[in-house]
C-alpha cells in the first residue's frame, strides 16, 4: 500500500453485515445511453463494488431489484417517469440526487442529474456513503455545488519543476506530450471529480509565455481532452507581457490596440485547440512579474484586456489581488486594499478577482483578507494553499480544513453580521453569480501524490469545502480517514483527534499568539526570526516581529500602520487593543509588552514559551497517538509517516529552541521553570543551513 490509490481505496469490507446488506441494495447497474461520462460513472461503480463487496456487478437495461439506476432524464425513460423534473430542475449543471425508490416492485437506487456530470458527482458520493459504511437503505440525497470553479493552481513550470512543490516534479510531461497519454493524467482527472473538483490551471503563476504558442497548445489540448469526461477544464496562467515575448510586439500596453487585437487573435487560436478553455489566471504586477502598471495602467485595465478576449467563448479571467509594489510600504498587509478596493465595479463581468486567505501570505495562522466584504461589485474567488509551503513541506503532518474553515467563517460584517468570507466568495452576500475557489496544488509525481500521506486529505478538503464550505473539518476528517486508511473505530477516533490538532500544534511550535512570516529565508523551510538585511524590509522576519526590549508584534491599529482600519467597524472593534484582541492573533494587530498579563495569568513572554513548548510536545503526543493504532494500519505507510513524525518532532524542536532563544534576546527574561533549556546556543540555531530546499523560487 503506497499511497497511490488515494481515497478510492475501495477494500473489502469486513464487516460482514455491512457488506451483505450493501449486496442485497446494489446488484446491478442500469444505463439506458452511453456517454463518456456515463460509462466513466458506471466503471467506477463496478470498480468500488468489486472491491468494497468483492463481486462483480453487471451492467443491465431492465430493472432488477436492487438495481442502481444512472442517467438524466433525457437520456433515461425510467429516470423521465419518476416525476423529478421539478427537483432537478434547481440543481444547475452539476449538482445531481440520490434516492431509493420502488419501480415496478423493485427496490432501487437512483443516482440522476440534469447533466452527465451530475451523474458522475451522484456516482462518487454513492460511492463514498459505502466507503463510510452508512446506511444506503432509504436514500434521500439532494447536492449541489455552493461554489461554480472549483480549481486547483498547479504552480507547476514547464521544465516539470515546481515551485513551492514538495512531491516530486510536476505530472504534466510536456515533453511527450501530446502523443503520450501517462495513465495517470487519468487517475488525477478521476481523483479530482471525486472530490468535484471541476478545473485545473496547468502552469505556474510566475508564468512562461511558451505555453501560449501552439505546440504547447495542442499538448494542452491532449490533456483537457483526458480531463473533458471528468468535468474538469484546462485553464493557463497568461504571461502579460506574451504579446511582447511571443507575440514581436514592441509593447504589452492593454489600452494599446494592437495588443488587444493580439489577445484576441491568440484567444480565439486557444478555443480551436481547445473548444472549453476555462480562461487565465494572472499574476501581475507583483514579486517582478510584469503587468499593466508597467505601462501607467491599473488591474482592471489589465484584466478587462484578457476579459473582452475570452468573454465570447464563454472563457474567464482569475486576475489575482497578491500583489506588492517595488516600493516597500510601510505594512504589506495593506497593499492589495489598497490598489484593488478603488478599482471595485470596473472589471468587466467574466473577470474574478482571485484573492489569498490573508493578507500576507499563506501564513500558519492569518486573519481574513481585508478584501473580502469590501469589493461589493466585484466577485472575489479565494485562494487557499494546499502546499505546505509555510507550515513544514511534506514533512510535517498538517491537516488544513480547520485554517480554510476559519477563513471561510470568519465575518466580514460588510452587510451585518453573518456577512461570512464564504458568504462572499459563494456569492451569496452580493447576489454575484461568477464564483470560484482555488487550492494552490500540493501534488506532484511521487508515488502518493502528495510526498505526506497525510497531505492527501488537504487535497481532499479543498474540493469538499468547495463543493460545500457549511461541512465541518471533522466531518472531512472523518470521510478521508474511513476511505483512506480504516472504517475501524479505534483508527478513525485516533486519527480524526491527531488531525484536528495538527494545525494549531504547527502554530504552536512556529508562529504563536499571531507571529507571522519568521521562517527560512528563501526557501521558507524552518525557523529566522533573525532575518533581516534582505533586499526588501518586508521579505525579512524582524519587519514582522518587531521584537523589542519592551514587547513584540506588529501594531497595525490606529496607532500603527492601520491595516486594521480596512476591515469593517466590528472586525476592528474585536482586534484594536491588547487587552481585549483574540489571543491567537494578538500580535498580528498588536505590538504587546513582555509583560502584558494574558488570560491564563501568565505573563506575555511566559505565555510565548509555553506556546512553544506545548506545539513541540504535542508532536510527541502525535507520534504517540500513530504508534497506538499501528496493528490497523498497513505496514509502508505506517513506516512512513512514523518516520515523517520523527522529522517533524526535531524541527518542532528547532523552531522551539531557536524562536525562544532569539525572542529571548530582546524579553531579557528567563525561559519559564519547568520547561527544558535548550542544549544549544542561538548561534549555533542561526548557523544552520539548510541543505536542500525543494520548490524554491529564483530571486528575481
Ligand atoms: C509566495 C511564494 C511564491 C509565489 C507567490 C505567489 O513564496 O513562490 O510565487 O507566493 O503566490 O507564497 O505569487
Redo the contacts with the bound molecule.
Keep these: 500500500e503506497d499511497g497511490y490509490r488515494l481515497w478510492m481505496r475501495y477494500d473489502k469490507i469486513t464487516t460482514v453485515a455491512v457488506a451483505k446488506k450493501y449486496q442485497s441494495l446494489a446488484t446491478s447497474v442500469l444505463l439506458e445511453k452511453e456517454s463518456a461520462t456515463f460509462v466513466i460513472a458506471q466503471k467506477e461503480l463496478q470498480l468500488a463494488l468489486q472491491g468494497l463487496l468483492q463481486t462483480t456487478i453487471p451492467v443491465t437495461k431492465t430493472i432488477q431489484p436492487g438495481a442502481i439506476v444512472l442517467g438524466t432524464a433525457s437520456s433515461s425513460s425510467i429516470i423521465s417517469s419518476l416525476g423529478i423534473s421539478e427537483k432537478l430542475k434547481a440543481l444547475g449543471k452539476e449538482g445531481f440526487v440520490i434516492f431509493s425508490v420502488v419501480i415496478k416492485n423493485k427496490p432501487c437506487t437512483v443516482i440522476a442529474a440534469n447533466h452527465d456530470i451530475g451523474v458522475l458527482y451522484g456516482t462518487f458520493h454513492f460511492i463514498r456513503l459505502l466507503q463510510t459504511q452508512q446506511s444506503i437503505e432509504k436514500l434521500s440525497v439532494v447536492s449541489k455545488p455552493a461554489i461554480g470553479h472549483r480549481l486547483l493552481n498547479h504552480?507547476d513550470n514547464l521544465d516539470r519543476t515546481v515551485?513551492?512543490g514538495y512531491a516530486g516534479f510536476s505530472l504534466w510531461d510536456w515533453h511527450k506530450l501530446p502523443d503520450y497519454i501517462d495513465p495517470r493524467y487519468i487517475a488525477y482527472a478521476r481523483a479530482n471529480a471525486s472530490i468535484g473538483i471541476n478545473g485545473t490551471v496547468l502552469t505556474?503563476?510566475?508564468a512562461n509565455a511558451q505555453v501560449l504558442t501552439v505546440p504547447y497548445l495542442k499538448k494542452v489540448a491532449a490533456l483537457a481532452n483526458v480531463f473533458r469526461p471528468y468535468g474538469i477544464k484546462v485553464y493557463l496562467t497568461a504571461r502579460f507581457s506574451a504579446p511582447v515575448e511571443i507575440g514581436g510586439l514592441t509593447t504589452a500596453d492593454p489600452l494599446d490596440s494592437a495588443v488587444q487585437a493580439w489577445w484576441k487573435k491568440k484567444v480565439d487560436e486557444i478555443y480551436t485547440y481547445i473548444p472549453d478553455f476555462g480562461g487565465f489566471l494572472v499574476?501581475a504586477n507583483?514579486?517582478g512579474q510584469p503587468g499593466p502598471q508597467n505601462y501607467d495602467r491599473n488591474h482592471a485595465d489589465g484584466a478587462n484586456v484578457l476579459a473582452k478576449a475570452l468573454a465570447p467563448h464563454n472563457g474567464i479571467v482569475m486576475w489575482?489581488a497578491?500583489v506588492y509594489s517595488n516600493e516597500v510600504p510601510e505594512d504589506r498587509a495593506k497593499q492589495a486594499y489598497n490598489e484593488f478596493k478603488p478599482l471595485d465595479g470596473t472589471f468587466e463581468k467574466n473577470v474574478l478577482v482571485q484573492v489569498?486567505n490573508g493578507p500576507i501570505?499563506?501564513q500558519p495562522r492569518e486573519p481574513f483578507h481585508p478584501l473580502f466584504g469590501a469589493m461589493p461589485k466585484t466577485p472575489l474567488m479565494m485562494e487557499f494553499?494546499l502546499t505546505q509551503?509555510?507550515l513544514g513541506f511534506a514533512t510535517h503532518l498538517v491537516y488544513l480544513a480547520p485554517l480554510f474553515k476559519e477563513c471561510l467563517d470568519a465575518d466580514t460584517y460588510a452587510k451585518g453580521k453573518g456577512s461570512t468570507v464564504s458568504r462572499v466568495i459563494d456569492g451569496s452576500l452580493e447576489n454575484h453569480t461568477l464564483t470560484g475557489i482555488a487550492g494552490?496544488a500540493n501534488i506532484g509525481n511521487d508515488r502518493n501524490w502528495t510526498g505526506h500521506p497525510f497531505a492527501q486529505a488537504n487535497w481532499y478538503a479543498l474540493g469538499r469545502l468547495a463543493w460545500n464550505p457549511s461541512l465541518s473539518s471533522e466531518t472531512i476528517a472523518e470521510e478521508w480517514i474511513r476511505a483512506t486508511f480504516s472504517n475501524n473505530e479505534n483508527v478513525v477516533s485516533t486519527l480524526k483527534n491527531v488531525m484536528l490538532a495538527s494545525r494549531e500544534v504547527t502554530v504552536r511550535y512556529m508562529t504563536p499568539l499571531g507571529l507571522h512570516h519568521i521562517m527560512g529565508w528563501n526557501h521558507?523551510y524552518g525557523p529566522g526570526p533573525w532575518i533581516k538585511d534582505k533586499p526588501r524590509a518586508d521579505w525579512t522576519s524582524v519587519y514582522y516581529h518587531q521584537a523589542d526590549s519592551l514587547g513584540i508584534g506588529f501594531n497595525r491599529t490606529a496607532t500603527g500602520s492601520k491595516a486594521l482600519l480596512q476591515y469593517t467597524p466590528e472586525v476592528q472593534k474585536i482586534y484594536s487593543t491588547p487587552a481585549d484582541c483574540p489571543e491567537e492573533y494578538l500580535l498580528w494587530f498588536n505590538h504587546v509588552g513582555w509583560n502584558h498579563r494574558m488570560k491564563s495569568g501568565r505573563t506575555l513572554w511566559d505565555e510565548l514559551c509555553h506556546h512553544y513548548y506545548a506545539g513541540a510536545d504535542s508532536v510527541q503526543w502525535i507520534q504517540q497517538q500513530w504508534d497506538s493504532i499501528h496493528n490497523h494500519i498497513d505496514e509502508e505507510r505506517y513506516q512512513q509517516v512514523k518516520a515523517l513524525l520523527a522529522i517533524q518532532y526535531q524541527e518542532a524542536i528547532w523552531w522551539r529552541n531557536a524562536c525562544v532563544l532569539y525572542f529571548q534576546t530582546f524579553s531579557k527574561r528567563d525561559i519559564p521553570t519547568g520547561l527544558p533549556k535548550p542544549d544549544q546556543s542561538l548561534d549555533y540555531y542561526q548557523s544552520l543551513e539548510f541543505p536542500f530546499a525543494p520548490g524554491i523560487?529564483p530571486k528575481w
Design positions: 504552480w515551485e513551492r505556474n503563476v510566475n499574476k507583483s514579486e489575482r497578491f489569498k501570505d499563506f494553499q509551503e509555510y494552490v521558507h523560487k
